[in-house]
């Protein structure tokens, strides 16, 4: 029972992490909470939908169509919504409610396009899974961890050895500094989203190959990047991997005694007793400098 559940948080976490490197990717260059990745992980599924079955397009074509679309979608979002207000000097608060004003919004919309009914992206007959160490795998599953770990390695190529990869981390460190040495943060901020985005889409693709698609997945989604992230540390790209990983494997892990629909309590719990123990370590901090 312990390696079929440790699996499954592995294949959890794998998901959580692309959400949560996607939402951490945006958040280092925007510096709000972008709620409305959720609803760009839940329009990449419906996308995938709409090309594989609807128009009997290659899977794997959809695939790279409906990731293309996320970025798209991601892109759109902030041009049409995030840079006017940026113009405006609007506050991070303010970015963050038109965040979830947008999530709102396109969750209603496709909900309006494809009905509340649940739709499902597996074609076939069900096929068994594989036996390791006692544990049981499908050949989704497999796929899963494989583009997961794929493009998690991608990405860390391209924020630690490329051009663009740079420029994020500059405008993330210092945006005043980065402008001044001729970096237009703008550019970067488009870059940020576009990648980001692709990524949330991916996550979509790939869970729905797994579980179902429905108008409200992403509300779940965006909550398991944001404890994620916050767990990693809000802004690490590497720590959102690991905080991805983390929570996917001990939410799992709790359900072994209790039920499988206690998971999301589980994860709330892991974060109210992170976030216990990190404020008790600044005000123990503050204390010692104090004396």
């Not at 993330?172 to 985005?197: K, N, Q, T, W």
């Amino acid at each position: 029972m312990f390696n079929q559940l440790f699996l499954n948080g592995i294949i959890a976490g794998s998901i959580y992490a692309l959400i949560a490197l996607g939402f951490t990717v945006i958040y280092k260059t925007v510096r709000f909470f972008h709620f409305a990745h959720g609803v760009v992980y839940t329009a990449g599924a419906y996308c995938a939908y709409s090309l594989s079955i609807s128009l009997g397009i290659n899977p794997v074509i959809s695939f790279f169509l409906a990731s293309a679309f996320s970025a798209l979608l991601g892109i759109a979002i902030d041009r049409a919504v995030y840079l006017p207000l940026r113009k405006n000097k609007a506050s991070n608060l303010v970015l963050a409610i038109a965040s979830f004003g947008v999530f709102i919004f396109i969750q209603n919309l496709l909900q309006l396009i494809y009905g509340a009914q649940i739709l499902t992206l597996r074609t076939g007959a069900v096929k068994e899974g594989h036996q390791i160490l006692g544990a049981v795998i499908t050949d989704i599953q497999i796929l899963i961890l494989v583009v997961s770990g794929w493009l998690l390695g991608i990405l860390w190529f391209i924020i630690e050895k490329t051009k663009m990869g740079k420029a994020i981390r500059a405008v993330a460190d210092d945006p005043i500094g980065a402008s001044v040495s001729g970096i237009y943060s703008e550019r970067v901020i488009l870059y940020a989203f576009g990648i980001g985005s692709a990524l949330a889409g991916v996550a979509g693709v790939l869970i729905s190959y797994e579980t179902n698609i429905e108008p409200t997945m992403g509300l779940n989604a965006i909550l398991k990047g944001i404890i994620a992230s916050i767990i990693g540390g809000v802004g690490n790209v590497p720590g959102a991997v690991l905080g991805g990983f983390f929570l996917g494997i001990v939410e799992n892990l709790g359900i072994w005694k209790i039920q499988a629909g206690w998971k999301d309590t589980i994860s709330f719990a892991i974060l109210i007793v992170f976030l216990l123990f990190k404020s008790e370590g600044i005000l123990g901090k503050k204390n010692k400098e104090r004396l």
